[in-house]
């Protein structure tokens, strides 16, 4: 059964706990009724946090213990 965890005006965030999926439903306008959605389970989930936290770092200009130097 799906839950509501989040929603904007745009954007609605889902998750069903039996099926270990999660929903995303984003609207071009807050008027519109059509949505698109996006439907991941739990491993395709933690990929895209990964990738969040890959790009976050990259925007801190962060690098992790294990990363390895680069070397001229």
Do not use: C, G, P
């Not at 889902?14 to 739990?42: G, W, Y």
């Amino acid at each position: 059964m799906w839950e509501s965890v989040l929603k904007k005006d745009q954007l609605e965030l889902q998750m069903n706990s039996n099926d270990k999926s999660i929903r995303f439903r984003v609207s071009e306008q807050k008027e519109t009724a059509e949505r698109i959605e996006l439907e991941l389970n739990q491993s395709e989930m933690f990929e895209l946090l990964h990738a969040f936290l890959t790009i976050n770092r990259s925007f801190n200009k962060e690098t992790m213990y294990y990363d390895e130097a680069v070397q001229a």
